[in-house]
């Protein structure tokens, strides 16, 4: 990592409330070239709190973006970090109309040019897409990382029309303590409490919402620019990694986008920006490649950024399964259009008699983690344990490479004796030592089958085929190995399990896995894809104590031989205490919980606890946030149960319970 201090330009920072029309005030912070020139603004706009969580991530990016001649805006949602209000839903119309304004009144500033960008990554991702599809004149382009055209079946509360038990559970109660920290009297004020104790009473767990919607409903389309991509005027530089669950949304991007709008990027990365050098590499120099973008849609500058292909896609070589890779061997690919001319669909047809499939209910403890941030247990391993769990069908991989890149497509034909079940596919790449390492997977509640909006349940003991798609991957399976193709009928805790769900029967006959083969020969976009190395501004000055005591595992499985029951407890590493410059002590401590039996699925238990404790030692101001949530079921409910406690120093100034029961649409 390069860290640059010598810019085109010098740079100066304000701390601002910028108004919206209802009086309400959002913190900002803005650093700017100093020049006489109205010049850009790019605007990234999250409920993160710029003031202490992205601050780092911020320090990296937004004061680099201002050397090089742009305004670059760091904005808290309503109700977050140190802005006014009172917070809200993940996406809903009031985060998305101030969204808006806060874009038009950046562009009506004597400092702006009156052309705005914006930015940011998975939360910011999203409403820079949502507000590009409300369409505010000001609003030019957008660099859309890690982010979802898809609210309902491309993000963490479902997949294949089932709900996700990993991180329908742990985002809402991750989101329940974030919601709860207050503002921080450095900057807030005198008013930081009465500000707290108002957000306070307006908290609801998003949990309640989610589940309340378990079929793709209005709730979902609302936010979901899948619904219409013409709405979305802007140029769109959408980014993606394969080892983050919202790649497709690339893929559908370029598809459906003017190509004289959009451009597709997917690396071999995780749920982070390319630049940072977390796991799994190589790292690009990313800012660079959209100061290009920036340049080009917000000043004009021919620079040739639009004569790139359609999508520049990482194909990653074989690899041995590990839960971390520093780098990953491969090679950049170009494609014209996307479906790509180079890529075709080849039938695999499936052999053999007729197998029942009945996954025991711990299928899927070796699943990885939902969200891959760069630790070092985030990604699956080694995948004999859990084929073995499974029905196999393998494809002998014996003439030469093959290459695949987009979605692999599966068709089943099921028997089934019960009215819900789901199916789980994983592709995996087999080495001649047995070793099985995944490649990609995908999921389908049968009860969706006709579609994620309804829920049509199977007749008993009837046949019927089924057609559902894998997530897009870039992969090369060499000679020598296998592909494999693994059928469950249980993933837990990825996705919950239906009651009553006894498996199936597949038939092989009339059966077949469509794998998105590319071209291996040589073609002109892929010559000549290069990114210079990655480089960023100052970095900020956190300082992390020392452990104190051991840390705990970041992902440990725990089986109770005797009961049947396994359990898995994720510590999803954060941040730990970190020490701000302004002072800041910061802690942030959380642990999941998710425990199964592996004959009952009923038995399924998601529980999440959190501790968030905010300190200034010399304002003698320390808070802590406490919060607990937990998931479980029946046959006909989910049963949810959410507290809250908030302490000022040692008074409890907040507490609350919340006990809910959701009836479930799929049983």
Known sequence: MHIRTDFPYETTHDDIRVPLPDGTRLYARIWRPVTDEPVPALLEYLPYRLSDWTAPRDSQRHPWYAGHGYASVRVDVRGHGNSDGLPGDEYDATELADGVAVVEWLAAQPWCNGSVGMFGISWGGFNSLQIAALAPEPLKAVVTVCSADDRYDNDVHYMGGSVLGVDMHAWASTMLAFVCRPPDPEY??????????RR?????????????????????????????????????????GWHDPYRDTVLRLVEHLPNERVRGLIGPWSHQYPDRGLPPGPAIGFLQETLRWWDRHLKGVDNGVMDEPLLRSWISESHRPATVYPELPGRWVGDPA???????????????????????????????????????????????????????????????????????????????DVPYGQAVARLCDVAPDGSSTLVTRGALNLAARQGRDRNVPWQPGATETVTFQLNGIGHTFPAGHRIRLAVSSAYWPWIWPQAGSDGFVLEPAGSALALPVRDAGEHPEDTGIRFEPPEQSEPLRVAVPAAQEEEFPERLVVRDVAKGEWRLEVDPRYGGTRVYPDGL???????????????????????????????????????????????????????????????????????????????????
């Open 200 to 240: 306070l009473e307006a908290v609801d767990p998003f949990i309640h919402t989610w589940l309340a919607h378990q079929l793709r409903d209005d709730y979902w389309k609302h936010g979901s620019v899948c619904e219409d991509y013409s709405a979305i005027d802007a140029a769109v530089l959408a980014v993606g």
């Open 585 to 667: 002590e910061f802690t942030e401590d959380a642990l999941e919980t998710y425990t199964i039996r592996e004959d009952d699925p009923l038995s399924a238990r998601a529980r999440s606890d959190w501790t968030v404790r905010l300190r200034r030692p010399e304002r003698a101001w320390d808070v802590r946030v406490e919060t607990r949530s937990e998931i479980t079921c029946d046959a006909d409910d989910f049963v949810t149960s959410n507290e809250v406690v908030c302490r000022d120093g040692e008074d409890i100034v907040f507490r609350r319970t919340w006990e809910k029961r959701v009836p479930r649409v799929a049983r």
């Open 338 to 416: 996307w479906p790509s001319p180079y890529v075709t669909p080849t039938p695999h047809a499936l052999g053999g008699d007729p197998v029942v499939v009945r996954s025991p209910q711990h299928t899927g403890v070796d699943a990885g983690r939902f969200f891959p941030f760069g630790n070092d247990a985030d990604l699956p391993p080694d995948q004999r344990e859990e084929d073995a769990r499974s029905a196999c069908f393998e494809f002998p991989v014996a003439d030469g490479p093959v290459e695949i890149l987009g979605r692999p497509e599966l068709t089943l034909r099921l028997r089934m």
């Open 188 to 197: 807030a004020g005198q008013e930081w409490r009465e500000m707290w104790l």
